[in-house]
């Protein structure tokens, strides 16, 4: 069993399964960028105005392809813009879960279907917008402090201690470990909140290496998708991006809630029947 799964998660594993379902990677993603727009570029703004505060209001913009969706939003009747941006954070939780759902197909090598995209959506609709709102709410929390803080050091120079920055960024990467695991656990098991957030804690630190790679890799991604050109913003966010951060995560996540979540459940069924 061991050895099956050893093979099924390997490196060769992952670009196989990427390229033979890379269509329906491309419309997942399509699917996924239409309703992340609107917080995407709420938040490539936020980073944007705060590295160029600390540039003096010159330079460049760390993330350019916001720069393309900034003008549009910005030319929305009153109210429409703010409207767009809560229906965006409403609907990615759920959004979330359908993914992920269909990822983890994908990843173990199960059929799924473009249905099951929204099936599990809808299915999951509770969990999914607790845990949307819930990403909405630390990540904006942080983000909005995170630029609070560098307009600050921008203007009162030693002001804020750099341990800080480092505190902010550990805290980041640990999020980020824990997070997939809300998701995946919820199109995996029937468990409650509180179970998944105990049980995403341990997972994070019983496949901590596993998750440090997801993190860099992910980074990484999307470094190279909206901080580059924006001709490579226009082409890698709405068609790859989503999906190959998003299947990465999945990917390198599912041996731990097979290992730990799944098999023993199985165990306890089987003990049962016995």
Known sequence: MGEERELRFSITGFFRIYFRKFHRFLLINLIYFIITLPVLTFVCIEVNMAYMSLQGGEGYAVFPGALLFAPLFASLPGGVNYFLLAL??????P???G??????????????????FFAEALKNWKQGLFFGLFDAAVIGGGLNFAVAAIITVAERPGIVPGWLFALLALLAVFYFNIRKYFYLQAVSAELGIRAIIKNALVFSFL?????????????????????????ITIALVPLLAWSLSGFVSVYMGNPAIQKYLIEPSVKVSESRLD
């Open 88 to 93: 965006s954070a409403v609907l990615f939780g």
């Open 95 to 97: 959004a979330k879960m």
């Open 99 to 116: 993914m992920t759902y269909v990822f983890r197909g994908f990843a173990s090598e199960r059929h799924v279907w473009m249905s099951d």
């Open 207 to 231: 496949s901590f290496g596993k998750n440090m790679l997801s993190c860099v890799l992910c980074l990484l991604i999307w470094y190279v998708a909206t901080a580059l050109d924006i001709r």
